[in-house]
Each structure stands twice: as C-alpha cells, then as structure tokens.
C-alpha cells in the first residue's frame, strides 16, 4: 500500500486516524529506543560503574556511551562531610567529655569497584564514617587526661585524624580533614577548671607584683651602689689631690730649706738692703712709743762687756 492510499481514501479525503496513529507509533518505537540504548554520561566528580548482569565489568571516567545491554552506575568520588554531633568519650582519669566532629572525605578513586561491590554503589560512606569517627574519639581521649585534653587539642586533633585515615582506609575512603567543635566536658568539671584558672591568674598577678617589687628594690639597692660609689671614687679623687698637693708644698717649701741654707749670704745682703732702704726713708725722728721687745731703727744696743773679774 501506498501513502497515498494510506492516508487517503477513495474520494481524496486525508485519513486523520492513520496519520495519528502512526505518529504515535512513532513515538512508542523512539522512546523504545531511548529506553534500550540510552545515551548516558558520568558527570565530573564522579566514576561509572558498568555491570552486565549484575557483575562489576569496568569503571568508566567522566564522559562515554553505554552499550543498551550495559547497566550505568553514577558512582561519587567527590568530597562528602559526615557530622558527628556529640561524641562521647572520657579521658584516662574518668572524666566524661563530648565533642562534636566534621569529616571531610572521600573515595579513593582505585577501589571504587571495591567499595562497589562491599559497601555502597553510590560511594556514601557516611553511616560508616560516623561509627568509626566515634570509636576513634573514645579510643584517643581514653590517652589523656583532662587538662592535657584541652591543653593539647592540637596534638588531640592530629592523634584523630591518624587513626581515622587508618580505620576508614578499610572501606577505600581517604580522610581530608577533620573538625572539632563544641569541644565540653561536664558542668561541675568545668567549674572547678574556672576556678584553677582564676586561682592561677590571681597567683600569676601576686608574682608579677612580687617581681615587680623585687625589681624596684634591686633598682634602688643599684642606685645606691652607684651613689656609693660616686661618693667614695670622689672623696678618693680629692684625697688623692690633697696628697699631691701637700706632696708639692712639702717639695717646695724643701727645695726653699735647701736654698735657703745654701745661700745665706744673699740673704745677709738682702737684709742689708732692705735695711739701706729703711735708713734712706728714715726723718730722722724717734718713735714716740716703745713697746717692750719693739726694735728702735738704727739702735742696736751693744752687748753688755764682761768684767776682767768675770774673765
């Protein structure tokens, strides 16, 4: 038959019914075709876990085409985030302390068909992400005690996270990072650690008062010192300037004694001249009042002579 014929009758006429239904035939055979030959591609961050028969045949990268008897699986290997709200553990001297984790990992991108085939087919881990993170917390704080748990969260945080990478490893998944939040222990013990550290600040105040006195004290006993040691460096100074200077005197008044005695001629005739001088100013005129011992100008008393009798 032709499409004449087909979609027309005797007398011309379009048939509206064949050409409907054959348009809807044609959608049926189509959207078959879809259906058994899909064409399908794995997104980025993502792996395609091909089975045929429910058997692993390859994993896939981002981008291909499925055969129509391939089965598709859109496998994550993105980052993902597991939320622990209030882990519990206690520390090794029994003390109960809670603390809320985030961990960031994900698959390791060699053992997607592991994880496939054991764990989950579209690489959520999270439930077992969450079990594990808590059994590491509980074993880690069980190392310490309280106070180095909060002193040393640092080191706390980094012991987690090793252990963690070692037990998640199990299930092909790799950790990222992890965070603590809400990190608490109980009310009464929190309590007596606000108190030690009030009582801390208070003992580290008293001591920095107490070294601040003793540095003010030190100072003054060091200004004194010095002070001291001025004084005596001065009095030594001008002690040791009077020695020189009664030394000097001393020479001198030795080296006039010595002069002295070796040139008493010239002082006879020095005497002599001064003498001269007074004889040439004299008018000739005796003083008028004698004290007793007082020398009278050019009257030298001759020495009493002795007697023959005395000789």
């Given at each position: 038959?032709?499409?004449?014929?087909?979609y027309?009758?005797?007398?011309?006429?379009?048939?509206?019914?064949?050409?409907?239904?054959?348009?809807?035939?044609?959608?049926?055979?189509?959207a078959?075709?879809?259906?058994?030959?899909?064409?399908?591609?794995?997104?980025?961050g993502?792996?395609?876990?091909?089975?045929?028969?429910?058997?692993?045949?390859?994993i896939?990268?981002?981008?291909?085409?499925?055969?129509?008897?391939?089965?598709l699986?859109i496998?994550?290997?993105?980052?993902?985030?597991?939320?622990?709200?209030?882990?519990?553990?206690?520390?090794?001297?029994?003390?109960?302390?809670?603390?809320?984790?985030?961990?960031?990992?994900?698959?390791?991108?060699?053992?997607?068909?592991e994880?496939?085939?054991?764990?989950s087919?579209?690489?959520?881990?999270?439930?077992?992400?969450?079990?594990?993170?808590q059994?590491?917390?509980?074993?880690?704080?069980?190392?310490?005690?309280?106070?180095?748990l909060?002193a040393?969260?640092?080191?706390?945080?980094?012991?987690?996270?090793?252990?963690?990478?070692?037990?998640?490893?199990?299930y092909g998944a790799?950790?990222?990072?992890?965070d603590?939040?809400?990190?608490?222990?109980?009310?009464?013990?929190?309590?007596?650690?606000?108190?030690?550290?009030?009582?801390?600040?208070?003992?580290?105040?008293?001591?920095?008062?107490?070294?601040?006195?003793?540095?003010?004290?030190?100072?003054?006993?060091a200004?004194?010192?010095?002070?001291?040691?001025?004084?005596?460096?001065?009095a030594?100074?001008?002690?040791?300037?009077?020695?020189?200077?009664?030394?000097?005197?001393?020479?001198?008044?030795?080296i006039?004694?010595?002069?002295?005695?070796?040139n008493?001629?010239?002082?006879e005739?020095?005497?002599?001249?001064?003498?001269?001088?007074?004889?040439?100013?004299?008018?000739?005129?005796?003083?008028?009042?004698?004290?007793?011992g007082?020398?009278?100008?050019?009257?030298?008393?001759?020495?009493?002579?002795?007697?023959?009798?005395?000789k």
């Amino acid at each position: 038959m032709s499409l004449k014929d087909r979609y027309a009758d005797e007398h011309g006429r379009t048939r509206v019914g064949s050409i409907g239904r054959d348009i809807a035939l044609a959608w049926v055979v189509f959207a078959a075709l879809v259906w058994l030959w899909p064409l399908r591609t794995v997104p980025t961050g993502h792996r395609g876990v091909i089975t045929v028969g429910g058997a692993i045949r390859s994993i896939e990268a981002e981008g291909f085409t499925l055969w129509p008897w391939q089965t598709l699986s859109i496998f994550n290997i993105r980052a993902e985030e597991a939320t622990v709200e209030n882990a519990e553990g206690s520390t090794s001297d029994t003390q109960p302390v809670k603390v809320s984790l985030t961990v960031r990992y994900s698959i390791q991108t060699d053992r997607v068909a592991e994880v496939f085939e054991k764990y989950s087919h579209d690489g959520n881990l999270m439930s077992y992400v969450q079990t594990a993170t808590q059994e590491v917390f509980k074993a880690v704080t069980a190392k310490y005690n309280a106070p180095d748990l909060i002193a040393k969260r640092a080191q706390v945080s980094g012991d987690i996270i090793t252990a963690l990478r070692a037990k998640l490893a199990v299930y092909g998944a790799q950790v990222i990072n992890v965070d603590m939040r809400n990190f608490a222990f109980s009310a009464d013990y929190m309590s007596a650690i606000n108190q030690k550290v009030t009582q801390d600040q208070l003992r580290l105040a008293a001591e920095n008062k107490l070294r601040t006195v003793e540095a003010e004290q030190k100072q003054k006993v060091a200004i004194a010192e010095a002070e001291a040691t001025a004084l005596k460096a001065k009095a030594d100074g001008e002690a040791y300037a009077n020695l020189k200077v009664a030394t000097a005197q001393a020479e001198a008044l030795k080296i006039q004694n010595a002069a002295l005695a070796q040139n008493r001629d010239v002082l006879e005739l020095r005497r002599i001249e001064v003498e001269h001088v007074k004889a040439e100013r004299w008018n000739g005129a005796l003083p008028t009042s004698i004290y007793a011992g007082a020398p009278i100008p050019f009257f030298t008393p001759n020495e009493p002579q002795a007697s023959p009798q005395a000789k």
